[in-house]
């Protein structure tokens, strides 16, 4: 529920486009743009003549949008054409959405369309997809169904990070920066030979702090005791990383390259800001950023520790190469929150007072493991292949609390907690040929079999005072599927600087399971797989002697059974299916470089999205019998709840347009050294953060800016600069809590230095 793309700063103005040069932290090369390398094939690959939509960021350029300390996967929604990132769960949480496919539930072991990937590792729980981004060499962005090569499957894309790994000479670079309310961030990585030739390593680390800058004014007595006012009482966060590579060479065929990462992370949980919308409005301008009131939560804590390792083995027998990856990642951790947003005296409705709501999600336990064996033949020549398999294994045990708004403290209940075990296995084979069919027209086909499978069991029910259990729900869950995937492409290389493609892709979600309810005494809600056809078509040009990439795709989808999330009347997300959901639209970049000293940069999306189905139907607003919002939609009574008829509308979260604009200077000096000014604009267009049409629910324009002024020694040996992001201080609205009418915030301006710089 993001309402604008994060990320204020600029370095490398146009870094984060479709298909298109990133610009470095350092300036461009002095003639025309740089070439992009990618593997969005699983070989390196020049990103022109790559067949189908790729987004690439650069390292440097993703240092920079962190600079002042935000999340480094928020950073990118909006920086990349087609991808938004989200999170209403704090930072360990995100939720990622590509051409407006995505998932907006909250619950702990909900499932996204989108697949995260770092260093060739899968990582597929929601907690695992926070790992942050550091010491960073490359983003990749691949838009549309995957699954020849990449992940367990996927309906929308994939974002793959790749880092900066060991050498066989030292290298080193780091980048520091300190700014408002005390935030600091440090992005650095050191490796080399410890055998020249043999034996290489590499250490990386970040570690980002804030201090607390939000007051609880709330003066009461609360549910649990803990709330009294307090002055800069939240929104601050500790987020300690650690990630050490080693790669051995003892020949020139076989390599082990081995991986260890640790995080550690303590901070604030999303902050929702109770009543900041007024019925008929979404303007947030009244509402203080820094100011709350909440009668319980204790200060909405935050913590988890991340742990995980790999292993990729290659031996290149000549025709072929053999590669393996093992991986394993673990983590545990609490985040907990005061759920109403503020004290329920403050806020009475329908004439009564919602008394005290808080939540509190805990995994006690997640392992997951994943093992990828693949063949590939050597690259180059007309024909090119790759055959795999992968098994996937992901279980955890998760607690659930949550007292709703109709318990006052009299009523507390220490049993109103449940525990799940969620486990997901998942195989698949899968394979891809490319064939130069005649000169310069290149088929590529893919094709997967994969097998998903989900089981949700229910360790404790959600009893009474007493311990009595009242739960008459299911509790036990499997579902499977197996399904195949497919993919075909066709690219031509009209001429050395203009190629054009087409591809068309089918991919599934596996069935989802839904256990959070039980804390509400609830039955589990589940969804069947969803399946998408997609088609798109593109060109990829470089123009004007090399000095502007100009790259365009438009596309079609549509998604069968498509998987939605609404809520029930205690704010728990529900599961269920609409028949369908139809998209087209474009995406669009260009990297100028009119004169050596000057970068300009532009990125556009845009989409329209429906969800076709006469019958689904999700829960509004209500809260104690009354419905709080406006609600545009047909409605319907059942019961005491109300119900609004989604069909035509937009898929949340799915801005209709994003633009980004970016430009660098560089002036350079008399010992070789350069001054540079850069900055960058941001503007989302009209995006919904649920599923039915209302005047409060909803962002359009939202806008951020950013700007960096500094000096870059020569050889770009170091950087000094002052940074704005967010520079305006907007303060736009990102995600919704309904029921409450309650607000979640972008990031606040932060105003800082920052130093980088590389050594070898």
């Not at 479709?18 to 932290?25: G, I, L, N």
């Not at 020849?148 to 030292?170: E, H, M, Q, V, Y």
């Not at 690259?379 to 949550?402: A, C, E, H, K, S």
């Not at 054009?500 to 839904?514: D, H, N, W």
Request: overall charge neutral.
């Amino acid at each position: 529920m993001l309402g604008v793309a994060c990320g204020s700063v600029l370095i490398g103005s146009a870094a984060l486009a479709q298909d298109a040069a990133p610009v470095q932290e350092q300036a461009a090369p002095a003639e025309g743009l740089g070439d992009i390398v990618v593997t969005a094939e699983r070989r390196s690959e020049n990103l022109q003549k790559v067949p189908l939509s790729v987004g690439v960021a650069s390292g440097d350029a993703l240092r920079a949008y962190t600079a002042g300390g935000d999340d480094t996967l928020l950073a990118l929604s909006g920086r990349v054409p087609g991808l938004y990132v989200e999170s209403t769960t704090g930072r360990i949480f995100p939720r990622f959405y590509i051409r407006g496919l995505g998932n907006i539930d909250f619950y702990l072991g909900a499932s996204q369309p989108v697949t995260i990937i770092q260093d060739d590792v899968i990582l597929e729980h929601v907690v695992l997809k926070s790992n942050p981004v550091f010491d960073v060499r490359q983003v990749e962005v691949l838009r549309g169904p995957q699954g020849s090569l990449f992940g367990r499957n996927t309906t929308a894309g994939i974002i793959k990070f790749d880092t900066n790994k060991p050498t066989n000479d030292f290298d080193s670079r780091a980048s520091a920066s300190v700014g408002s309310y005390n935030s600091v961030s440090l992005d650095a990585g050191v490796g080399g030979p410890l055998i020249k030739d043999l034996l290489a390593i590499r250490l990386s680390t970040m570690i980002q702090h804030r201090e607390n800058y939000v007051d609880n004014r709330f003066a009461g007595v609360s549910a649990d005791n803990t709330a009294t006012p307090r002055k800069d009482a939240m929104g601050g966060f500790d987020d300690r990383n650690v990630r050490v590579q080693l790669a051995l060479t003892p020949g020139d065929r076989f390599t082990l390259d081995l991986s260890g990462h640790a995080r550690w992370y303590d901070g604030t949980s999303t902050l929702f800001h109770r009543g900041a919308l007024k019925k008929g409005s979404n303007d947030v301008s009244a509402e203080p950023r820094n100011v709350v009131s909440y009668d319980e939560g204790n200060d909405n804590p935050q913590s988890y520790n991340t742990y995980g390792g790999s292993a990729r083995a290659t031996y290149d027998f000549g025709p072929a190469a053999l590669t393996s990856i093992t991986a394993y990642e673990t983590t545990s951790g609490f985040s907990r929150g005061d759920t109403d947003g503020g004290a329920g005296a403050n806020f009475p409705v329908g004439g009564l007072a919602n008394g005290f709501g808080q939540s509190q999600g805990q995994i006690r336990d997640l392992d997951q493991w994943s093992q990828e064996i693949r063949l590939a033949g050597t690259p180059g020549g007309r024909f090119n292949w790759q055959v795999g398999g992968l098994y996937f294994d992901t279980r955890d045990i998760t607690d659930f609390y949550q007292r709703g708004f109709f318990l006052t403290t009299a009523a507390r209940n220490p049993n109103n907690w449940v525990r799940l075990h969620d486990v997901n296995t998942s195989w698949a084979g899968f394979g891809q040929v490319s064939y130069e069919l005649v000169d310069k027209l290149t088929l590529t086909v893919g094709g997967r079999v994969t097998e998903d499978k989900k089981r949700t069991q229910l360790l404790k029910t959600a009893d009474t005072a007493a311990g009595v259990v009242t739960y008459r729900g299911r509790t036990d869950v499997t579902l499977k599927a197996t399904k195949p995937s497919w993919d075909a492409s066709l690219l031509y290389q009209a001429s050395p600087d203009v190629s054009l493609y087409t591809r068309v892709a089918e991919g599934f979600r596996g069935p989802t399971i839904q256990g959070r309810s039980a804390v509400f005494n609830s039955d589990f809600t589940t969804a069947k797989s969803e399946t998408i056809l997609s088609w798109e078509g593109g060109v990829k040009s470089r123009l004007l002697n090399n000095t502007l990439s100009l790259n365009a795709t438009v596309f079609a989808y549509r998604v069968k059974d498509i998987q939605l999330n609404g809520n029930d009347v205690n704010g728990n997300g529900v599961l269920f299916n609409a028949d369908k959901a139809d998209a087209y639209g474009m995406e669009a970049e260009a990297n100028w470089k009119p004169v050596p000293n000057l970068t300009l940069g532009a990125g556009l999306s845009l989409l329209h999205s429906k969800i076709r189905d006469k019958n689904v139907y999700a829960q509004v607003c209500i809260l104690n019998g009354v419905v709080v919002c406006t609600v545009e939609d047909p409605t319907i009574k059942v019961g005491a709840n109300t119900f609004a008829q989604i069909n035509g509308n937009p898929l949340p979260n799915a801005p209709e347009y994003n633009v980004d604009l970016n430009a660098r200077y560089d002036q350079p000096l008399g010992n070789g050294g350069r001054a540079f000014i850069a900055g960058d604009f941001n503007i989302q267009g009209y995006t919904q953060f649920v599923l039915y049409k209302t005047k409060e629910f909803t962002a359009n324009g939202n806008f951020e800016g950013g700007l960096k002024i500094g000096y870059a020694a020569p050889d770009d040996a170091y950087e000094l600069a002052v940074f704005a992001r967010n520079i305006t201080g907007e303060k736009n609205l990102k995600g919704v809590i309904e029921n409450y009418m309650a607000a979640v915030f972008n990031e606040p301006r932060i105003i800082g230095v920052s130093l980088s710089g590389k050594f070898r």
